[in-house]
């Protein structure tokens, strides 16, 4: 079953996420349209190479062109032949960009489906999916309705009011018009008190609208203070969470339609007190309750709608490279990054008016060194999404950072912090004016990162994740003064996430066993155990030159670009230690192996297999660590099973026969064999083969490989024994990993 069918099967909560990854960047028509071709297509590989990219999205092309005649319906073509129009606009000149978009999309469907299939979550992400969400919402949509219609019938009550002050008003001024020896007839006198009957009324119906308008607006209030704020600091850490890999964030449509009917709630009220005081104009009298409540009231009111407007403008989309759309919050200099935002109040009167302004660091702490400014356009006007909810929002796709230069010519002395812990944020400033208010709105992102080159990424991703999993703080930019620990718990469900995300399956129990191990030795066991900040990403593990992160996150990069298939079938132990390595495999059949990530390297895999020998002697045979340059060469199943070792001049052989416990290789690896002999005639087709030379135990210095024979040039030589010759040894000589 293609992965969109099974999308399309999901529960409507988890449907929800799905709908949250597609909007104009890449439609869901495309998604629904191309769905087996776009599966078929391999664009994390086109995300990073340029010619690939161009041509899948020419493919891309040609497929809209092919459905879209065949299409039956006028109007789903139409709408077809627009979408092609906007994709030409926008990827012709950058087609690794539409890559890196539906990678991403598919990446995320993929965790999505693997969320609905997780029988076990960790304790912030079952805290993010409470079943308590769905009550709240019910509840929220209950109040929110019955103030709407509370609301309206006031406005019924207010028009009442008019029409019986109206009838008040002519038979007063009917009486006054008549003349003084009229007034004294018993028919007059009944209509003096038909009159104070009719004011006593009145006066008891202003009474009434003025009590029902203050139950409600004492309502709204608490609505907003118990509810409505909370659902929207509960989106923030929510988008927090989903920024570094945690479960996707839901849209905003459920809260701007609770932030629009409150406000529209709130100015409903407002056009209420202000029709009263019209009516004051044409009839009062002593005591009259609305001269006495209406000023207070509508002050009350204004500063609901105040706080309410302040509120709704949020960032919807928080600043992210277009380059590394999984590492929000990072900004490289003189790289274009994009972020959106948006006003969850709906009205029509705002529309297209709203100029938004961009600032960096508008608020820099005291004593940071380095400061930057925005080198391109940083005002936009607020417009109406056609193709969503038809929400007010702004999105600045081509912001770009250039560090400030120096009158001296250097930076000064630097400040305690690292560059990647230094924080900055993005502030964004409109005036909103409606129905006679002006209210200044200001928001501004989460803090950021940044970087002057992309090696200082690892950094600046480590300190990404420390923030927003420890504080829910918008803008704490001091918060790497004296950064709080996290307990291992929280700490190994956030790196469990990083898999999720570049690789795209989280780890297990047991593999986040094995890395806390490795990070905190004795401690491992006790979840609630403290990790330091300068423990996680600043200090170097004992007896290596890098940190846990450093060399955690080169494991990362590795499963994604040269990885993905064998990760993905769960065929790499992973993090397993030497000793407990050795432990696994000394009962197996010889030629058992298993795949577990160097220690002693950045970024590297190894294979360790037993041998038996006729003595009963049981030995390990662990491979040099293959790196990203080796891999390459050559895919890493197609090594396993092409791996060949040189012992004593006995003819090459395999050694590897079971992947751990007892899986054939040829069973496990079978399906992910991909190179092929050349097929280019007259030639003999050759084969990239990997070869060890096992060295004797007899030998006092390791022998160097062999030189094949002639015609092979030296620098031919030297390129194969850097790619493919690599030193195993025994038991009683092993690599040192």
Known sequence: MSQWKQIQQLEIRLLEHVDYLYDDNFPMDIR????????????????NDESMAAVLFTNLLSQ?????????????????????????????????????????????????????????????????????????????????????????????????????????????KTLQSRDSTDRNTEMMKQEVTRLQEMLNRLDFKRKEILSKMDVVVKEIDDLMTSQLNPELQDWKRRQQIASIGGPLLTGLDQLQSWFTLTAQSLFQIKRQLDKLGELVVKVTYECDPIPLQK???????????????????????????????????????GVQFTTKVRLLVKLPEVDYQLKVKTTFDKDLPPGRVRQFFILTNNTKVMDIEDYSNGCLSVEFRHLQLKEKKYINGTKGNEGLLSVTEELHSLSFEACFTVQGLTIDLETCSLPLVVISNVSQLPGGWASVMWYNLLTDEPRNLAFFGNPPRATWSQLSEVLSWQFATFAGQGLNKEQLTMLGEKLLGQHASCTDYQVSWSKFSKENIPGKPFSFWMWLDSILELIKKHLLPVWNENYIMGFVSKEMERTLLKDREPGT??????????????????????????????????????????????????????????VPENPLKFLYPDIPKDEAFGRLYNSQPSKVHPYIPSTLIPISELRSNASSTPPSCQSPEPPMTPGEFDMLNEHLCFDLDNMSSSYSD
């Open 32 to 47: 629904q349209g191309l769905a087996t071709w776009i599966e078929s297509q391999d664009w994390d590989t086109a995300a």
């Open 64 to 172: 809209l062109d092919r459905v879209r005649s065949h299409e039956q319906n006028f109007l789903q073509r139409h709408n077809m032949k627009i979408i092609q129009q906007q994709l030409q606009v926008k990827y012709t000149t950058n087609p690794a960009v539409m890559a890196k978009v539906i990678s991403t999309c598919l990446r995320e469907e993929q965790r999505i489906l693997s969320s609905a299939c997780m029988q076990e979550q960790g304790p912030l992400e079952k805290s993010l999916q409470n079943s308590v969400a769905f009550e709240r919402q019910k509840n929220m949509d209950n109040r929110v309705g019955i103030i709407r219609g509370s609301v309206q019938l006031m406005d019924q009550a207010v028009k009442y009011i008019e029409d019986m002050q109206d009838d008040f008003d002519f038979r007063y």
């Open 295 to 333: 000023p207070q009231m509508e002050e009350r009111v204004k500063y609901l709608i105040y706080h309410l407007i302040k509120s709704s403008f949020v960032v919807e989309k928080q600043p992210c490279m277009p380059t590394h759309p999984q590492k929000p919050l990072i900004i490289k200099t």
């Open 593 to 650: 192996f298993l795949l577990r990530f160097s220690e002693s390297h950045l970024g590297g895999i190894t294979f360790t297999w037993v041998e038996h020998k006729d003595n009963g002697e049981v030995k390990f045979n662990s491979v040099e660590p293959y790196t990203k340059n080796r891999l390459s060469a050559l895919p890493f199943a197609d090594i396993i099973r092409d791996y060949k070792v040189i012992s004593d001049g006995v």
